[in-house]
Every structure is written in C-alpha cells, then in structure tokens.
C-alpha cells in the first residue's frame, strides 16, 4: 500500500470528524464520520479535464460544503487516490487525469485540511482493507472495476506488499499476451480488457454502434450476443487474474466490487463461474462473492485510514 501523511494544526485529541475522501477519474465521494457516529456522504463528478489546480478547486468546494454541512472541523483525513504516487509524494502516473501528473500530492492536499493530519493510500489497497475487516477474513483479494480495474491484497490481516512499500497494481498485471494495449504502454493488462470503458468500447464495437452503460445492461439481461460475448471476456479476464494470484499467495475469498460491477446484474456469479473453470486439481476452490460495501469499499477503506492516522497521533498515557 503506497502511503503518505501530512499533519496539520490539530492533535490527535481534537474533536472533529473522521474524513474519507475516495477520488476516482470520473468522480470523486466524501465521507464523514463524526465521534457520535453521524455520517454525511456527499459525491460529484469531475468537470472536463482541464488541470489538477481546477480540480483541487472543485474539490475544495465540496470539502467546504461537508464542513459546513457537519459544523465540525475534521480530525483526520484519509484520501484514497487511484493515482501512482513515488516514494518523494508527487504524482508519477494517472491515465484518466494525466494533467495531475507531477503534482507533489501533499502539497496540492495540506491546504484543504489546515487543521487535520492527512493520509493517503491507493484506492485498491484501502478497499482490500475495508473489505477484509467487513468480512473477518484475514486472506482477502478485492478486485474492484470501475473507469479502471483496482485491487489490493490482504494476507494474514495486513495489506500486501505492506504500507509504504508500494500499492497492489492487480489492474496491470498481463492477462493477454496480445490483449490490447493499455494507456500504461503495455498490452494486454487486466485494466485495458476489463474495465468498464474498456468493456464499453468492445461491446460498441460488436454491436456496431455506441453502447451505453445502460444499453449493455438491458442488453444483457436480454440476452444479446454483443453484450453476452463483451461480459464474458471482461468476466474471465478478472477471473484469469484472480487464479494468477491464489497460485501464488494463496488467499481464501474474492470480492469483486466497483461501480461498474455492482451495477451488471449477475457479474460477480460470471466472475465465479470463470473461476471455476480455471481451476486446478490439488488448489482449493477459491470463492468469489459481492464485495460487501458494493462500490463504496475504497471509501470504507479511506474513513479507516483517517482513523488509524488519529490514532497514531493520539499521545499515548
């Protein structure tokens, strides 16, 4: 989990709000969580790309608003970014917002947050986390497909490779040889075949013309060969995945969560059954069900951050 923390004027005592910020490429949610366990979630999609300083303003708008809306000033942040950020904090790589690229991240944030510690994660590895604590279970994979394909590893009840030392990058591990090529560089990572753009633009493509979101479900649900084939192949490559890191870590259970999976009636039960049939003799079957918190893991995962940095700038007795 690739992390970074700035501290602000408060301390560790003070009485605000736990903050989850998950930024996504088309959207970004806030959640706020106060001592009494009041929660306000809020979310708004980005304007047209243009440059980071407008959407650091257009997210300091919105932070504003939840300010306002708690009456409260917050206690800790914790912001999952699904950006690569390198080891001194400046943004190295963000396909779907490549204007941020350079930013130093803790710079662009401290000012939104005068007065809160804040830390922040990638956006996969804190749904892994949300997700294994959602579920007691102590050996979780999570893979989450939206705008791209993220996830994170729990083993033995810590995130892999472990805070710090990197993020769980599931979405650009090379499930076609000849796959087509991802805005990485590279061809044939899971996030160029399974992501929801990228199942979009295959399932226009068999069907001749644009296809919606909202066309491929129907579609779907019909039965329609360009929208049964597009899933089918966007299923089996995250299952390809998925079996790709049980033959080595061994985990007990998939999620698979994301706004664009949560909302395609029956993708998960796909995922499994694609599962299945990459199977080994001698490998236990490796179960794969809904994420628990639907699209709203990394959130989760991000109002826990916020928390577990608190807590570490809470002084001890």
């Not at 979310?43 to 608003?65: C, T, V």
């Not at 996830?151 to 030392?165: A, D, F, H, K, W």
């Amino acid at each position: 989990m690739r992390s970074g923390t700035e501290s602000g004027g408060a301390d560790g005592a003070h009485p605000g709000a736990y903050l989850g910020v998950d930024i996504g490429g088309t959207k970004v949610a806030l959640r706020a969580v106060t001592g009494a366990e009041r929660v306000h979630e809020t979310a708004f999609a980005w304007r047209p790309r243009h440059s980071a300083a407008r959407d650091l303003g257009q997210l300091a708008d919105a932070i504003a608003e939840v300010r306002a809306d708690l009456g409260a000033s917050f206690r800790a942040v914790g912001v999952a970014m699904p950006a690569t950020v390198g080891p001194t904090g400046h943004v190295t790589a963000w396909p779907s917002r490549p204007e941020w690229t350079g930013t130093d991240l803790g710079a662009a944030l401290r000012p939104l947050f005068p007065e809160a510690a804040v830390a922040w994660a990638d956006d996969g590895d804190l749904g892994a986390l949300a997700e294994s604590r959602a579920s007691g279970c102590d050996d979780l994979l999570y893979l989450g497909v939206g705008t791209g394909v993220g996830g994170g590893l729990v083993v033995q009840g810590e995130p892999c490779p472990g805070l710090g030392r990197g993020s769980f990058e599931v979405g650009h591990t090379v499930v076609e040889l000849d796959g087509p090529r991802c805005r990485c560089g590279r061809r044939g990572c899971l996030q160029a075949i399974a992501s929801g753009p990228a199942t979009l633009r295959r399932a226009s493509r068999a069907r001749g013309s644009e296809a919606s979101f909202d066309d491929l479900v129907a579609a779907w649900g019909d039965g329609r060969p360009w929208a049964v084939t597009a899933l089918h192949r966007t299923c089996r490559a995250l299952a390809a995945a998925a079996v790709g890191v049980q033959e080595l870590v061994r985990p007990r259970l998939v999620r698979v969560g994301g706004g664009f999976a949560s909302g395609v009636p029956g993708f998960v039960e796909l995922v499994a059954d694609h599962v299945t049939e990459l199977g080994r003799p001698g490998l236990p079957p490796l179960p794969v069900e809904h994420a628990l918190l639907g699209g709203l893991s990394s959130l989760h995962g991000a109002v826990s951050l916020a928390r577990l940095v608190a807590q570490r700038q809470t002084p001890l007795p």
